[in-house]
């Protein structure tokens, strides 16, 4: 049962829903979509239940984690939301494979579910690793390596 406090998300998320279409035309996407994506998960978590950050690996790597509840990279004290979005996705299965190469082929078939052309995880990275970099993350941004033509790998014993 949710409480009174979840009422301004559900307002808000009301809001921004109606006006989707306007800010498709004449808005900044990306940041709506964010902030959506913030305000659904707030109102999917029970009242009583606290965030509670999902942890891959040991010892450094258990610094280095996907906050799923949050849609946020989170390295120490650091963290960067990402949303819902591809560049997640891509950090998430990277770091489930960490200090390994994937082939481009099979990033695309377990991130995008589709074909597509290698130049779309060139992208999506860059994308990543400026965000990464934007949130004060150079080091992790820096642990993605794509020196081995056609893979991709995070390298996490490269974090300082």
């Known amino acids: ?3 009174a406090s979840d009422d301004p998300y559900r307002e808000s998320l009301r809001q921004l829903a109606e ?5 498709i035309a004449h808005y900044d996407i990306a940041h709506y979509e964010r902030t959506i994506a913030l305000l659904a998960v707030q109102l999917s978590r029970p009242a ?21 509840e949050t849609l946020t990279v989170a390295f120490r004290e650091q963290r960067c939301f990402l949303g819902n979005t591809i560049p997640l996705k891509l950090f998430r299965r990277l770091l489930a494979q960490r200090n390994q190469f994937i082939r481009h082929d099979d990033l695309l078939r377990q991130v995008w579910e589709v074909i597509r052309a290698p130049s779309t995880i060139r992208s999506a ?12 993350m150079k080091n992790v941004a820096d642990a993605i390596d794509g020196r081995i033509a056609g893979h ?3 390298m996490i014993d490269r974090l300082k």
Request: hydrophobic share 35%; no cysteine; aromatic share 4%.
């Open 152 to 154: 991709y790998g995070l």
């Open 48 to 68: 009583h239940q606290p965030a509670r950050p999902s942890r891959v690996g040991r010892s450094r790597t258990a610094e280095l984690r996907v906050l799923d």
């Open 125 to 136: 990275v860059k994308i990543l690793r400026r965000q990464l970099r934007e949130a004060g």
């Open 1 to 3: 049962m949710r409480n």
């Open 19 to 23: 006006g989707y279409a306007a800010i």
